[in-house]
């Protein structure tokens, strides 16, 4: 499943340059939630294999733009001083997800193999519940949004330089028009 993850943050990395940051992360974390109420499913009708790989499968694929679109909103929402620490949270959450997950699935199945799937209909439903809200609200920017972020010197002048190129070229293409 790690190379279906894989492949769809590559996916995922090439639309989230194409679609609304937000769009896109509701819909991988709506379609994670559907999922993994679907893999309950499979878990308390004790179905066969398949439909849980498929799901898994499933699943896998709509992390990636969970995973692309988040970094990309604390690349944008966050200033660069501050963006260290809270990549750091970031990360962090895979491992205390895994951890806090394991206890949920004990505390809420009770060691009943039978009820392993209500868990994941706890986890489906906040998934979607996040996703609706991400799709409708998540602008792509503070800028998109009406904020000011106060940026550093150095990445002022950077977008002043970018400006004095991007002046330049339309120039000599004018100049080029007009031979």
Known sequence: MKFVTALSVLISGFLVD???????????????????????????????Y????????????????????????????????????????WMWQEPVGDIWGGVLFRVMSGKNYETLGVPLYVIGSVAMMFGTKNFFILAQSPEYKGFKIEEDQTLRDQRAILRNLSAVEKVSHREDIVK
């Open 18 to 48: 194409r679609l609304p940051i937000g769009k896109l992360m509701g819909v991988g974390l709506f379609v994670s939630g559907v999922s993994a109420i679907a893999l309950g499913a499979c878990q308390s009708l004790d179905s066969t």
């Open 50 to 89: 398949v439909p849980s790989l498929v799901i898994t499968i499933i699943i896998s694929i709509a992390t990636g733009p969970a995973f692309v679109t988040n970094l990309t909103v604390i690349g944008q929402w966050f200033p660069r001083h501050g963006r260290g620490l809270i990549m750091a949270f």
